[in-house]
Structures are given as C-alpha cells and as structure tokens.
C-alpha cells in the first residue's frame, strides 16, 4: 500500500517537473521564434526610422486608451475579487454621451469660438462622458454585483457578462445600429509633423491626458484617505470594517473612479477614431483586461505599464514580425496565453492584495 | 465538487440547447425532402399549399444589424414596397403577399441561422436576400436543401452563383465585373501603376479585393501591399503606416461605408498617404461613408453597380417611399431599386406557377418555381430589363464610377456615361 502510494507520487512530481520543462521549452521556441522573425523578415524589410517612430507613437496612444480602461478592471478587481466584464461598455456609454454632448454643442456653436471657449467646451464633453460612465458603472454595482457579493466568485462573474450584453443591446435598441460620427472641431483635427512622423493632436491629448489621469489617481490611492481606506478594504474587507471603514462606500467609490477613467478614455477614443456604436466598448474591452491581467491584476502600476507595452506591441509587433496587421489581435491575445501560462500574477507581481481567494 | 458539477452541468445544458438551434431544423427537412421525391404526385410534400385566405410568405434577410444597418434597412424598405405593390394589384387569385424579414446581420453565422429559420417554415415559398455576399453564403447551402429558391438583391461575390447551386440568383452584378471595371479605371483613366490593396476579411471585401488585385497585375500594375483589417475595426493607423512606406499611388478598399470611411479619413494622417487617392467600393457608396470619412472624402472614388434606371419607374418608387418613410431612398443606401426587382421577380416566377386547386387552395410546386425564376425573360425592373441565365445571374445595368465633390457622389466614368 505505502511503497504504490509513494511511486505514485514520485510519478506526479514528475508529470510536474515533465510539464514545466515541456512548458519552458514551448516558451523557448517562441521566444526563438519570436527573435529569428524580427532579425530575418522585420528589420530586413528594411523601414526607415521614421516609421518605428510613428508606429511606436501609435502604440503609445493606443497603450494610453488601454491603460485608463486596464484601471478599472485592476481597481475593481483588487477590492472585490471580481472581473467586471461590462467594463468595456462602461468606456462605450462613455463614448457614446460624448457624442451627444458634441452635438449639443456644436448646435450652440462652442466649437467654432475662440479656443478657450472650445478648450472648455471639450472638457465639459468629456466631464459629461465621465459623468454617464459613472452613472452606469454605480447602478452596475449595486444592482448587478452587490447583491450577488457574498455569492461564489463564479457567480458575479456571469452577472457582469450578462450586464455587458445588457447595455449593448440596450444602447442598441435606444440609439440604434449605426454608428455614431464624432465631427472633430478645427482645434483639435490634424496633427503635427515632425520630419516623416506624424502626431495627431487627438493622439497626444489622449496620451497626455491618460498620463495625467493616472497620476491623479495613483495620487488619491497613495496619499489620502480615501485611498488609505481603499487600500485597506484591498487588503481584507472585514478588518477594515472592523476599524470603521465604510466598506459599501468605499466600493462604490472604486466603481466610480474605475467608470470615470473608462468615460474618459471612450470621449477621447470617439475624437480619436470617429465613430462610437453599441459595441464599440466590446473589443478594447478585452484589450485592457489583457493589458490588466499582462501588468498583473489588482497592481495599479501593472495596469499602466501592461496597457503601455500591449500597445506598443500591438502597433509595432506585426510589422517587426513581418506579418500582417490584421493578426494584431492574434499577437495581443497569444500575449496573454502565454502570461497566464508563464506568469499567472502578471509582469509587476499582484501588490495590492494578499488575500487572493 | 458540487459547484463543479452544477458548472459541468449549466455547460452541458448550454451546449445541448446551442446544438439543438443550429442542427434540429435541417434534420428535420431532410426526410419530408427525400419523401417528397420518392412519392406519388398526389403527395404534397415538394409543395407549398396555401389555404384560401392564407398569404404567400415570402423570407427576407436583410442586414438589420452589422457593419451595414442603413442599407439593409434601405433593402428591407424596398422590398416592402414591392409588397404593397403587388398587393395592391390584387395579389394572386385573391392571396395576397407577405414578407417575413429576418435579421441577416451581413454574417455568415447568423445567414445560417436565418436559413434554418426559413428551412424550418413549410409555409416559405421564396426568399429575398441576403444583402451581404457572406450572409449569402451562410443561406446557400440550407435554401439549395431544401429547395427553396432565393433572389439576392445586394451579394455581389461571384462566388454566389454557380452551376452547382440551382436555388441561387441575383438581380445584383457580380463583383468580377466591378473588380474590372475598378481596376482599368485606376490604370487607364487615374494613369495609376502602383497601389495598395486592403480589404475587411468579409467575403465580400475580401472577394472584391483580390478579384482587383488580379486585375491590377494582369494589367501589368503593381499591387504594394495586400493587408486585412477586421469589420468593425476603427484605428487603422498601424495598418496604414504600413502601406504608407511602400509608396502607392492610390489605395484600394473592398469593404463596407464605416471602415473605408475611416480608412480614408486616417489616410491623411498617414506620412506618405496624405495626398494619395483612395478608391473604394459598392459597399461604400453610401451617407455613412461620406459621414464616417468627413472632410477626407472628398476626392475619393467610390464604384457601385448600377441597374439601367428607368425614369418614370423610378420616380414611382421614390415617390411611395418617401411617402411611407418620410426619407429619399437614397439616404439610406444604394441597393433599394435590386431589392424591388428581387420581391417583383420572385412574384412573377411564383404568379407563372401557381395553381388553385379544386378546393381552392394556391399550390406552388418548389421546383417548378425554382427553375421558373432561371426562365425569366425579358421583366421590366426598376433596374432595366431583366433577364435570369443558366446560373441565376440576373443583374442588369453596368459598374458606375463616382468620385466625391463637395459632399457628394458625382459619376465620373462608367456604366450610363458616353
């Protein structure tokens, strides 16, 4: 009886060491692959600087959507345990009460004014997409995922799949099929040019703009007290309870700057890209959960940096690799296999919390 | 474990649901059709009998949602028209028509859908649709099974028809003559012998992509680069930074309004595509690519294969449209004068074989209808004179070439020009 338990075993430990070399050689040819492409086919087709430079510039504004989306997944995440997958949509009514606000604007002439005016006008575009985001991300919460919270984790999970096709097909029956066409005001169309490198003034303003959202917001978590106690909910809710922390509040303050972040990032995807429609939030949806899950869930610094370097990769990836553009998503996607096989906690570790389920 | 297996199980329970939608429908079609051949002629499977009183349902699959909704709306609106046209002639011997419209969405999984759907339905005679050459594809196999016959207004792929598929028509023309016609008028007319190709990965656009891209190198051109971008795509700056260093002259687009919209739009933001022209397809000749692309379509060129209009028909029809949806035809999309042709050929193919029988019943025959719409000759359509060959192409008209001026089409070349 012990001698067949022991070689049993002896047997699964080396099943084990068997998978993880099996595993660490496949991640080996890849990586060799991954070389062997850019040297032979990538760098020998020889593109001038100038077009990594824009194609990395790409990536970044890209990275910059990515990563205010990323946020509120991580944010989420670290508080509750839970991968809010209606998040895209959150960024797409974001995107979409942009559209309307535009059009309400333009139709008072804003746009055409002296450009503080406009300046203005374009904030306050964005504060009302912002605005709408938050509205649905609170109701998200308490109606979709408070009462389910001390259900199985499983359980919340099919509650946000079912809200995200919830609001698309909502915003489709409301607002229609078609998409929305953001008309860009004189200010900020066209861009800047330097040598052969092109730099749209909606790319820089969202790359600006997300840069300066995250700071805000590592800011409010590290250094005040809502963040203290966010931080402290993170780490293990009942105890924070305990020591008078307002656990609802704080959870649907996380709710609220995660949606904010989202309503931000869809506004500026609407100036960048035109148009917004129902399922616009579906795709760069996914895209931040990626980059989120790449940074290492629940780690806010992770979530930047994840979301940065997807979309570098993204941009620059098929080119350097020598295939088509259109396998960017097989690239991004394969990324995040291959993260969750190699380094489940992501590059940047899980920081946030300790008390992972 | 029991979570587990309550997880197992909601699995299974989907899975089984999911395969009992897709799968039930054609097996269940697929007796009753080998019956129907086998049988004495009294049997009346092999045939569509409508009641005294009932309608004459004719399927509809029109691209409601997808990258297209307006025009499908457009060719919905048409073939609705069609309807009340031949209902208020009187229909046929006292019955009377109707459209039962499904939502296509321009895919080819839920054309399948949308088939079975119809596959299922004994009381389907006919269909009209799909408007997407994918969606159509999704249709083909299930309609030509069971023996429903279907005209399609808007799919342009070639590969629509063939000798192999007896069900299959259209009053719309094959892309094969608009990746030609595309082709000569980039090289001869625009003097082009460099561009870059992209298309959407549909099998329409792709289709359409590489029936030009042949075209370009038969002419001895050079075609750049032949990229892919996804429906529904929106940032195409990676893509076309990509074709912008090769150089082209001009940058050819199969696909739909949104994407060549935005394709264009993008291009001037493209070192080395600022000033290059751009040049897309019947799938962009519409608002919402003139809306997506804004300012950046001017100068574009957009192909579209156009019916031979006539004018008092079209005047007609423009004017009950306008009446019964408050909008010109041509707002919504290019293909609603296919989509009239299509119901008006099906109900001339349906009135040439339909027989009331002793207890007043309308009998159709499925097969006789099928090869009836092959044997139209000589129908006069709102797109020209109308007649089906051994393959079920029914297209009339020619490839018109347009280039954008001053926010709208204006016919530069082609089809109903000298």
């Not at chain 2, 090769?246 to 600022?274: R, W």
């Amino acid at each position: 009886m012990a001698p067949s338990r022991l070689t049993a075993q002896a047997a699964g430990v080396n099943g084990k060491t068997a998978l993880r070399f099996l595993l660490r050689a496949f991640g080996a040819a890849i990586l060799v692959l991954v070389i062997w492409r850019v040297t032979t086919v990538g760098l020998a087709e020889g593109y001038p600087a100038s077009f990594w430079i824009s194609q990395a510039l790409n990536g970044l504004v890209l990275g910059g959507v990515y990563a205010l989306v990323a946020l509120g997944y991580t944010l989420v995440y670290g508080i509750l345990f839970m991968i809010n997958f209606a998040h895209g949509e959150v960024m797409m009514i974001g995107g979409i009460a942009g559209f309307f606000a535009l059009q309400f604007s333009q139709s008072r002439g804003w746009l055409e004014g002296p450009w503080p005016v406009v300046v203005v006008a374009l904030l306050l575009i964005m504060l009302f997409g912002m605005a709408a985001s938050v509205l649905i991300g609170i109701t998200l919460e308490r109606l979709a995922y408070r009462p389910l919270r001390q259900a199985p984790r499983l359980v919340p999970l099919i509650s946000a799949i079912g809200a995200s096709l919830f609001l698309q097909y909502s915003v489709l029956l409301i607002f229609g099929v078609s998409p929305h066409s953001y008309r860009k005001p004189a200010l900020i169309s066209g861009g800047m040019r330097m040598g052969d490198v092109f730099i749209p003034y909606t790319g820089a303003i969202i790359f600006i703009t997300s840069i300066l959202l995250m700071l805000a917001l590592y800011f409010i978590i590290q250094r005040t007290k809502l963040g203290r106690a966010m931080r402290a909910v993170a780490e293990d809710r009942a105890t924070a309870s305990l020591m008078g922390v307002d656990v609802n509040a704080v959870i649907v303050i996380t709710f609220m700057l995660g949606s904010a972040l989202a309503g931000a990032a869809g506004v500026m995807l609407g100036f960048h890209n035109t148009v917004v429609k129902f399922n616009s939030g579906f795709v760069p949806g996914l895209k931040a959960f990626t980059a989120a899950v790449l940074g290492g869930i629940g780690n806010i610094p992770g979530a930047m940096f994840g979301a940065l370097i997807l979309g570098l990769i993204e941009a620059i990836g098929p080119s350097a690799l020598g295939i088509p553009t259109e396998y960017k998503d097989v690239i991004a996607f394969t990324l995040l296999v291959l993260i969750l096989i190699f380094r489940p906690t992501g590059l940047f570790g899980e920081v946030l919390s300790e008390k992972k389920a | 474990m029991p979570k587990k297996l309550r997880i197992a199980a909601l699995f299974a329970v989907t899975l089984l649901l999911l395969s009992a939608c897709v799968a039930a429908p054609p097996a269940a079609e697929t007796p009753s059709e080998e019956a129907s051949m086998e049988e004495a002629p009294a049997d009346m499977s092999g045939k569509v009998v409508i009641a005294s009183g009932g309608t004459i349902r004719i399927g509809g699959s029109f691209a409601l949602t997808g990258p297209i909704p307006d025009p499908g709306l457009n060719i919905r609106h048409g073939a609705e028209i069609a309807i009340d046209d031949l209902n208020g002639a009187g229909g046929l011997e006292g019955f009377m028509f109707e459209l039962v419209a499904e939502d296509g969405a321009c895919d080819g999984t839920q054309g399948t859908n949308v088939g079975n759907k119809f596959a299922a339905d004994e009381t389907i005679v006919a269909v009209t649709g799909g408007t997407c050459s994918g969606e159509t594809f999704g249709l083909v196999p299930i309609l030509q099974e069971a023996r429903i016959p279907f005209v399609s207004p808007s799919a342009t792929n070639p590969d629509i028809t063939s000798p192999d598929c007896d069900v299959c028509n259209r009053v719309a023309l094959s892309d094969a003559l608009q990746g030609a016609t595309d082709a000569d008028f980039v090289m001869s007319d625009l003097g082009f012998t460099k561009v870059a190709v992209v298309h959407d990965n549909s099998d329409y656009g792709k289709g359409l992509a590489e029936i030009f891209q042949s075209n370009v190198t038969d002419m001895g051109g050079e075609v750049s680069s032949f990229e892919g971008v996804q429906v529904g795509d929106t940032d195409f700056r990676a893509m076309l930074a990509r074709v912008g260093a090769d150089g082209p002259q001009a940058v050819f687009f199969g696909g739909y309004s949104t994407e060549a919209g935005l394709i264009a739009q993008q291009m001037t933001e493209t070192p080395g595509l600022e000033e290059t022209a751009f040049m897309s397809v019947d799938g962009a000749y519409t608002q919402q690519y003139l809306e997506a692309a804004g300012d950046a379509a001017e100068g574009t060129y957009v192909s579209f294969v156009a019916g031979a209009d006539s004018e008092e028909m079209n005047a007609d029809f423009d004017a009950k449209y306008v009446e019964k949806y408050g909008v010109s035809p041509d707002d919504l999309g290019p293909f609603h004068s296919q989509s009239y042709d299509s119901v008006k050929l099906i109900a001339a193919a349906i009135m040439a074989v339909a027989t009331v029988d002793d207890s007043g019943n309308l009998v159709i025959d499925r097969e006789e209808l099928i090869s009836a719409i092959r044997s139209v000759d000589a129908f006069e359509g709102l797109t020209g004179t109308i007649k089906c060959d051994s393959i079920g192409e029914c297209g009339a008209g020619g490839v018109q070439i347009f280039q954008v001026a001053e926010g709208a089409f204006d016919q530069v070349s082609g089809f109903g020009m000298e």
